[in-house]
């Protein structure tokens, strides 16, 4: 396919301006779209209209990592395609894919799936917003290789500062052509086909022991901090023994890997734990740590996100090590949220720890949206402290 001969990608049949970001967090400076969507779109063009003129006979069409529809949206819109698979880590992407495609009246033009064989199988046509972890990419080429047709093509984009040169030698492993292709506004994209007859085997959850935590502790690629432990987090594990004397009901939030769940429920037998995130690798790593570590039967793993489904008042204790990024963008809305979140499920008396990072000063704010604020521990990174939800 030729590159757009003005730089910049043609216009297709849908307006990326009107996608949202809702029900994850909106703000001027936060996108629901970027120009790696556009050219992906752009790239895979004549790819997507020869599957829409096939009536979809030959092939199918798989989206990975989406963000807020601009993919599968893009191309349902774009190109009239259906019966599209998607897979999106975070659930506030999923849900923002189903919300746009309400509004967009191309509901019932994909379906969302797990990160799985199913979602590539017979697959001729891959679009791919590029994550930045070597793992993720890993865990996702290894499936589309061994799940996808023999003649997929792939169109694997990202920001061109994210885009490490490292990825292309993970995807070589996979596939026998990755090609780059030019940057446009910062973004590129690789087409990549023919998957290796020879694949590696199978490397996901990887495991690994971890002396600091005394845990096995388990990761799918899109797990933040892989199989190693945070250092905020490992700061965080030495208040265990301080956190709510006679608590029974704990929530690890933002469980990632699940290393705070598996800690507090070897450490305190009388808790019963729910680890959650709304990543779907974080609930898989949590629920393969607890397995690992003989905890599984004290540990209840929930993909949601910030809690939407858990009743109010239902716990003693609730323990975070928020984010401070949305997706690329340094924001402390995500950590707002979560406390927010925590304010609403704790009982009256429970508490929230949290750590954050020294500079970010998150005290004013737990104390407003939480309750009374004590900081139990600073060290030169990292600040840990406790809000009580007041009785009333
Ligand atoms: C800094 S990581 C901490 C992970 C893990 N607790 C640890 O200590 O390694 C923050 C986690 O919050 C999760 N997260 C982000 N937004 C969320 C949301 N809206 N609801 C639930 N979890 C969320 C992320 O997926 C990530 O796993």
Redesign the pocket.
């Known amino acids: 396919m030729q590159q757009p001969a003005t730089g910049a990608p043609r216009p297709r049949g849908l307006e990326l301006s009107l996608l949202r970001r809702f029900p994850?967090v909106e703000a001027d400076n936060l996108h629901a779209h970027d120009a790696t969507d556009e050219l992906i779109l752009d790239r895979a063009g004549a790819e997507l209209a020869a599957l829409a003129a096939g009536g979809q006979g030959g092939g199918a069409l798989a989206v990975v990592g989406d963000r807020y529809g601009a993919l599968a949206l893009g191309a349902a819109g774009g190109h009239g395609l259906e019966r599209i698979r998607v897979h999106q880590d975070?659930?506030?992407g999923e849900l923002a894919l189903a919300a746009n495609a309400a509004r967009l009246g191309l509901a019932g033009s994909f379906e969302s799936l797990p990160l799985s064989a199913k979602l590539f199988a017979g697959a001729t046509v891959v679009l791919w917003q590029l994550p930045r972890s070597l793992d993720e990419v890993d865990e996702v080429a290894a499936l589309i290789a061994a799940n996808a047709e023999p003649g997929v093509r792939i169109y694997a984009g990202g920001r061109q500062k994210h885009l490490a040169v490292a990825m292309n030698g993970v995807l070589g492993r996979y596939f026998g052509n990755v090609l780059p292709g030019r940057a446009w506004h910062k973004s590129r994209v690789l087409e990549v086909d023919s998957p290796r007859d020879q694949l590696p085997a199978r490397a996901f959850p990887r495991k690994d022991w971890n002396d600091d935590a005394g845990l096995w502790l388990c990761a799918h690629g899109a797990?933040?901090?892989g199989t190693k432990?945070?250092i905020?987090?490992r700061f965080?594990l030495d208040f265990v023994p301080l956190m709510r004397p006679g608590a029974a009901r704990a929530i690890?939030?933002?469980?990632?890997?699940?290393?705070?769940a598996a800690f507090l429920a070897a450490s305190r037998p009388e808790l019963r734990l729910l680890a959650?995130?709304?990543?779907a690798a974080?609930v898989a790593s949590a629920a393969a740590t607890a397995e690992a570590n003989g905890l599984g039967g004290r540990v209840t793993v929930v993909r949601?996100?910030?809690?939407a489904g858990f009743p109010a008042n239902s716990a003693d204790l609730v323990v975070?090590?928020?984010?401070?990024h949305v997706g690329a963008t340094v924001h402390a809305g995500?950590a707002l949220?979560?406390f927010d979140?925590a304010a609403r499920v704790l009982a009256p008396g429970g508490e929230l720890w949290t750590v954050y990072n020294r500079h970010l000063d998150y005290r004013g704010q737990l104390q407003e949206r939480v309750g009374p604020t004590e900081i139990k521990g600073r060290n030169p990174k990292f600040t840990v402290a406790v809000s009580v939800k007041p009785a009333f």
């Open positions: 994850d975070p659930l506030s797990t933040f901090a432990l945070d905020g987090t965080l690890d939030l933002g469980c990632g890997n699940g290393t705070i959650t995130d709304q990543s974080a949601d996100d910030a809690m975070l090590n928020p984010p401070f995500i949220k979560l979140a």
